[in-house]
Each structure stands twice: as structure tokens, then as C-alpha cells.
């Protein structure tokens, strides 16, 4: 059958998956070294807040194959990819899962830390709105899930992997240049300038608001107390 040149990942799409993926190697690599890194790691924290709150964004106003109903895997789709069925362009019914999946875990990671600490010298951004006591215990949480992520991460991966070994379909190439070689379907369409810059000034908003720079300043320590010379 012919084969034509679709328009599969728009820009924003694409840029957002890149720098997702950079970041969270990125808070990988400083959560576990640790040290004058951490607030490295709390800072990249704050920036992938922004890049999650885009994607949900345009994962609604996005390009046809960006928004979450065109790739949302109903037990219809699911049935029909295991039926070896399915014909669609983008995420299939279970790349969705894991696409969800990262999405979600990734939400939880930030938003806990944005509250924890390290009973050293780190406090996350928000960490005075909360006791010392649910900050431990976010903290805990965030600590815990990081080895879920490193699954759900690993089976991606993998899947990457199947699908340019096994079954000759390069996930990668289209992620990186925008299109796609298929037998069927049609070019994005939507995602216009206006929507992205709507996405833009949430995403924007979100990490100010992540970056706790809104709060009140702390009030200094009271002095200490003179010792009579006597």
C-alpha cells in the first residue's frame, strides 16, 4: 500500500517531551548524589510542575494527536489493539496507559516535594504550609514512589525498544522531527498560536505559585538573649 508523510507531533508536544525527559534525568541524577545538589533537584521540581500543568493544558487545546481524548484507551480501544486491530496514529491503547501513567506518578513526585525536607538545610518551596509532620511524611511518599518511577520509566524504555526491534516502527524519529511514514490517516490539525500561548500563562502561573516566592517572608529569629557580665 502507498505511504504518505503525516504531520504527527506538533512543536509543543514535542519540546515538552524532551525537556521532561531531560529534567527528570536531571532530578534523578540530584536526588541520588544529594549534597549542594538537592537544591538543584528542588528547582527542577518546580520547573516540572510548569511542564505538567502545560501538557494537561494542551493535552485539551493541543494538536489532534496531543489531546488526551484522542488517545484516551477505552475498553474499546484496549480490545481492539489486542485484537490487533487497531489502525490509529499516536499513542496506541496501551502506550496511553503508560503515557497517564508517567503523567501521574510525575504530578505526585512534585507535589510532594514541593512540602518535604531532609532535616538538614533542604525545605521544599511550600514546605511552611504544612506541618513538620506531613512534610515527613511527603517526604517518605516521595522517596517511596521514586522506585515505582524507576519501573514505569524502565517500561517505557522497553516498549521504545520492542517496537523499533520487533515490530520496525521507530517511536522516536517522529517524536523528534514531527512526522510519521503511514499508510492511513490524516495530519494534525489545531494547537494554534493562541492556545499555546494560553498553556503558557498557566504553566507560568503554576510555577510561580509551585516556587512559593507568593509567601510572606519568614520573620527573622529573636536575638539571643545578653549574658550580664557579672
Known sequence: MNRKRIRLWDLPTRLFHWLLALCVAASIVSGQLGGNLIDWHGRIGVFVVGLI?????????????????????????????LRGEWQGLGHNPLGAFSVFGLLGLLAFQVFSGLFSNDDITFVGPLFDLVSKDLSNQLTGLHKQASTLLFILIGLHLAAIAFYGQVKKDNLIKPM?????????????????????????IIAAAAVYGASGAWLPDQPPPPPAAETPSW
Not at 494527536?65 to 489493539?81: D, L
Not at 494547537?191 to 499555546?196: A, F, P
Request: glycine share 12%; net charge positive.
Open 53 to 81: 500543568v502545560f501538557r494537561l493544558v494542551w493535552g485539551l487545546l493541543g494538536s489532534t494527536y496531543a489531546r488526551f481524548a484522542q488517545f484516551f484507551p477505552t475498553p474499546s480501544k484496549v480490545s481492539t489493539y
Open 176 to 200: 523528534i522531527s514531527g512526522w510519521k511514514e503511514a499508510e492511513q490517516g490524516e495530519s494534525a490539525q489545531g494547537g494554534g498560536v493562541l492556545s499555546l500561548i494560553f498553556a503558557l
